[in-house]
């Protein structure tokens, strides 16, 4: 036979308390981990958006270097909300890059935009002109407080500056 004195002085087992307070430390845990999972989620989407935006504007650099002849006659100038038809011929290459960057824009990027200024030649050399390339979306996820040149308090903006020589 056991002794009942045996098991007198020590405890057998776990509380109930304990397993309570041990199922809220994992539980906070979890939740813990399941908002930075979703935080990481949110940021991978904005730069994501990022990179697209800075993909579009490298190729409007790089299309406005080769086609320099159209460029320095301001073929490649336009506004926010514009749909290029500030070209002279509706069949130049111009035209053309700068329909198919505003369809680019607004097929990757949330409410796309883009903006080139007219160029500005360089005080130090008269054959180098700089084009300011504004790429414009909605960012619902960066709340940066940034100038707002794309027409709505809530858009986030990336700006790009290519310098080519004419």
């Known amino acids: ?3 009942s004195n045996l098991f007198q002085g020590r405890q057998c087992g776990s509380s109930l308390i304990e397993v309570l307070v041990t199922v809220l430390v994992v539980s906070v845990g979890l939740l813990g981990m399941a908002s930075l999972q979703l935080k990481a989620m949110t940021l991978n989407h904005t730069a994501y958006q990022r990179l697209q935006a ?3 504007a ?3 650099a790089d299309s406005i270097f080769v086609n320099s002849t159209e ?3 301001g073929q490649y100038t336009l506004a926010l909300a514009d749909n290029g038809s500030n070209a002279n011929d509706n069949t130049s290459v111009a035209f053309s890059d700068v329909t198919e960057w505003i369809a680019a824009a607004t097929r990757r990027l949330p409410s796309g ?3 080139i200024d007219a160029p500005q030649v360089m005080a130090a050399a008269a054959n180098i002109a700089v084009y300011k390339i504004t790429v414009c979306w909605l960012d619902k996820n960066a709340n940066l407080a940034l100038p ?3 027409g709505a308090a809530d ?3 990336f700006t790009f500056s290519a ?3 004419l």
């Open 155 to 157: 858009r986030g903006l």
């Open 71 to 73: 460029a320095a006659a």
């Open 58 to 60: 490298y190729e409007m």
């Open 163 to 165: 310098s080519s020589r």
């Open 54 to 56: 800075v993909n579009l």
């Open 1 to 3: 036979m056991l002794n």
């Open 113 to 115: 935009d883009i903006a």
């Open 148 to 150: 707002n040149d794309c």
